[in-house]
């Protein structure tokens, strides 16, 4: 899936002569290889100076490739937007503790988003002989893991070039096994630059391969079949998904096979037809009204990994143990807790809990079904696409943050669009999404900076299926991950950035009037301390100075149209493009402006 414009760059200036293995180091740079993985992103460091030198003079900087960036956090984010277009891990490389601490962010949100990631660090040297003075005592730590092992799958810290072979190999097997989720393997400074001394033997990778998917035992498969079945209000909660168009098609068969009401979430990726007559609700982060009257009726809800089940529920009720309906949750998510973090929210009251990938789940379930039924069922209850709210009745004036949706709604008639990111507040009633790789939801953990690498991540991911990747960001977003577009530039990933530039930390905003209303004192006081103005900064410069072409600030529709219109045209010459777009504070979803 390598662009012939980035194998052409930074290439050694002296071919590389040998491969044979001679440093340990090496056996590392093998190792990636034979994954197949095809990029290493990577912010540089001494303290893997032996692995740098192994993928450039042993690799010749191919099969994997690295992609440079000018922070950690753009390291960690460009994986995570490459994982979340393939459901396939990338390999990142973070520098002794400090850089794998500018990273930690968004490690957060890989692992909150649950994709699969291969982290390498570095440390030491750990012999105390190897160090030398200052600079390497202090990037050297007993136990670096323990920056990141609340969440990553599993961490490792090998002492010897077998070692190194193991614990890459079942990384590698652990990330992309279901439930998958970063893992990170620290190599020792000093081993990487040991020279081998004995036989190495690196195992056949197939034979190590992810088992499939966990599936439903057949008592769940008989039970959730007869729970189907026989009832007359089914609602189905699809949450995260992979991005196989034959996982799509078999969740549509599903719902259409049981005549379910569906419901999606705007922060998961998306898996399922939003202009289906099934899908009842816009997706969205929190209940809407639509969604709401299908709980209140539904007499079965049947949860296929959705996040925060029981959280969403209590938006119809609080006592979630109390609604009428029968619930099902299918979800391997529990392997995965533990008691640092909260990621695995509220203990669910369900009828039936099924440890399983919900996509395996569903392959088992629908033949079970459409044995138990016969024909497709009559849909219960019909919704259908949102009616789009088009362009806000001033937009040649000035722009709401829902005019850059409608915009894209209009592209979207023309070209296959991917939707990499959006801002908080997106409004998903005009933007449809017809397929798995129309949405890839939101950054898991929310953190900020993240945006920026995502849309690099998709875009480097989807270079060559004729898609353009689009970022919608905000402008705090931006600005913390701004230097991110240089590996853009550098690397020529086509891509379109537009920030919904409100010139504030808005969201913080609406979270300081609540309070102020709690406290009865004034709300006018709400952007003290929030706003990104006077001066203005200057977005477009920033990215120019990135190497990215760049218009603005951009105030009107027909601006900003035209702005589209030429980032479409740069994008599909192969380059990346930014447009900073001056809305309105606000929220484009009224929900969302309730809750902040």
């Given at each position: 899936?390598?662009?012939?414009v980035i194998q052409?760059?930074?290439r050694p ?8 293995l001679?440093?340990?180091?090496d056996v590392a740079a093998e190792?990636l290889r ?5 990029f290493?992103?990577?912010?540089p ?5 032996g692995?740098?030198d ?8 191919t099969?994997p490739?690295m ?5 950690e956090?753009?390291v960690?984010s460009?994986?995570h ?14 520098h002794s503790n ?7 962010m968004?490690i957060?949100?890989a692992?909150?988003?649950r ?5 390498l660090?570095?440390?030491g040297p750990?012999?105390?002989e190897?160090r ?9 730590a ?11 799958k599993?961490d490792d810290?090998?002492r010897?070039?077998h070692?190194?072979i ?12 279901a439930?998958?989720a970063?893992v990170?393997?620290c ?5 990487q ?19 499939d998917a966990?599936?439903?035992?057949p008592a769940?498969?008989?039970e ?7 009832a ?5 909660l ?5 991005r196989?168009?034959?996982h799509?098609?078999r ?5 259409e096979?049981a005549g ?6 705007l922060?998961?990726?998306a898996?399922?037809p939003?202009?289906?007559a099934?899908h009842i ?5 929190w209940?809407?009204?639509g969604a ?5 009726d ?5 949860s296929?990994d959705?996040?925060?089940l ?5 938006q119809?009720?609080r006592?979630?143990h ?5 619930i099902?949750?299918v979800s391997?998510?529990?392997?995965l807790?533990?008691?640092?973090s909260m990621?695995?929210f509220a203990?669910v009251?369900?009828d039936r ?7 395996a789940?569903i392959?088992?379930l629908?033949p079970?079904?459409k044995s138990?039924?016969?024909?497709p069922?009559?849909p219960?209850?019909k ?5 789009p ?18 915009l ?5 008639k023309?070209h296959p669009?991917?939707l990499?990111?959006t ?5 998903s ?8 790789l129309?949405?890839?939801g939101?950054?898991?953990?929310a953190?900020l ?8 991540g ?7 299926t004729?898609r353009?990747v689009?970022g ?10 701004a230097?991110?577009?240089?590996t853009?530039a550098?690397?020529?990933v086509?891509c379109l950035?537009?920030?919904s530039?409100n ?11 609540t ?5 009865g004192r004034p ?7 929030q ?9 477009a ?7 990215v072409?760049?218009?603005?600030p ?6 900003l149209?035209?702005a589209?219109?030429q ?5 599909k010459?192969g380059?990346?493009?930014?447009i900073?777009a001056r809305?309105k504070p ?7 402006s309730r809750?902040g």
């Amino acid at each position: 899936m390598q662009d012939p414009v980035i194998q052409n760059i930074d290439r050694p200036t002296v071919p590389v002569k040998s491969n044979d293995l001679a440093w340990k180091s090496d056996v590392a740079a093998e190792l990636l290889r034979r994954s197949k993985i095809p990029f290493v992103v990577l912010n540089p460091g001494a303290s893997y100076r032996g692995l740098h030198d192994s993928l450039v003079n042993y690799l010749g900087n191919t099969a994997p490739q690295m992609l440079l960036c000018l922070n950690e956090d753009h390291v960690v984010s460009i994986a995570h937007g490459y994982a979340k277009a393939t459901d396939q891990p990338l390999a990142c490389v973070l520098h002794s503790n400090v850089g794998l601490m500018h990273g930690l962010m968004g490690i957060f949100n890989a692992w909150a988003d649950r994709v699969p990631m291969l982290i390498l660090g570095a440390t030491g040297p750990v012999q105390p002989e190897k160090r030398r003075p200052w600079i390497d005592w202090i990037h050297t730590a007993k136990d670096q893991g323990a920056l990141l092992r609340h969440y990553v799958k599993w961490d490792d810290e090998p002492r010897s070039v077998h070692g190194v072979i193991e614990s890459m190999t079942r990384a590698l097997q652990m990330t992309t096994s279901a439930p998958k989720a970063p893992v990170y393997v620290c190599l020792d400074a000093g081993l990487q630059e040991e020279p081998i001394a004995d036989a190495i033997d690196i195992p056949d990778f197939d034979r190590f391969a992810a088992p499939d998917a966990p599936c439903g035992t057949p008592a769940d498969i008989a039970e959730v079949a007869d729970m189907v079945a026989a009832a007359k209000h089914p609602v189905f909660l699809i949450g995260r998904g992979s991005r196989q168009q034959l996982h799509w098609d078999r969740r549509v068969e599903l719902a259409e096979t049981a005549g379910a009401a569906v419901i999606t979430s705007l922060r998961e990726r998306a898996v399922f037809p939003t202009s289906h007559a099934q899908h009842i609700s816009p997706p969205s982060g929190w209940m809407t009204a639509g969604a709401k009257a299908a709980i209140k009726d539904a007499d079965l809800i049947v949860s296929f990994d959705w996040v925060d089940l029981n959280g969403y529920l209590q938006q119809f009720d609080r006592k979630t143990h109390r609604l009428g309906a029968r619930i099902v949750h299918v979800s391997l998510d529990s392997i995965l807790h533990n008691g640092w973090s909260m990621d695995h929210f509220a203990p669910v009251a369900a009828d039936r809990h099924v440890m399983a990938d919900a996509d395996a789940f569903i392959e088992q379930l629908l033949p079970a079904i459409k044995s138990r039924l016969g024909k497709p069922r009559a849909p219960w209850l019909k919704g259908g696409p949102a009616t789009p709210r088009g362009f806000s009745d001033d937009a040649e004036k000035e722009l709401i943050p829902h005019d850059i949706e409608a915009l894209l709604t209009e592209l979207q008639k023309q070209h296959p669009i991917t939707l990499a990111h959006t801002v908080i507040g997106w409004a998903s009633t005009d933007l449809p999404m017809s397929g798995p790789l129309d949405y890839l939801g939101h950054d898991g953990g929310a953190g900020l900076a993240a945006g920026p690498g995502l849309t690099i991540g998709a875009a480097l991911a989807l270079h060559d299926t004729g898609r353009i990747v689009v970022g919608v960001l905000g402008d705090g977003d931006f600005l913390q991950g701004a230097t991110a577009l240089w590996t853009a530039a550098h690397y020529s990933v086509p891509c379109l950035f537009i920030v919904s530039n409100n010139r504030s930390n808005f969201n913080d905003e609406v979270h300081q009037e609540t309070v102020a209303k709690t406290r009865g004192r004034p709300v006018e006081n709400r952007w003290v301390g929030q706003r990104i103005d006077d001066p203005a900064v200057d977005l477009a410069a920033i990215a120019r100075a990135q190497g990215v072409d760049a218009i603005g600030p951009v105030q009107t529709l027909s601006e900003l149209r035209d702005a589209v219109n030429q980032g479409l045209d740069a994008v599909k010459s192969g380059k990346p493009f930014f447009i900073d777009a001056r809305v309105k504070p606000g929220y484009a979803n009224i929900i969302v402006s309730r809750h902040g």
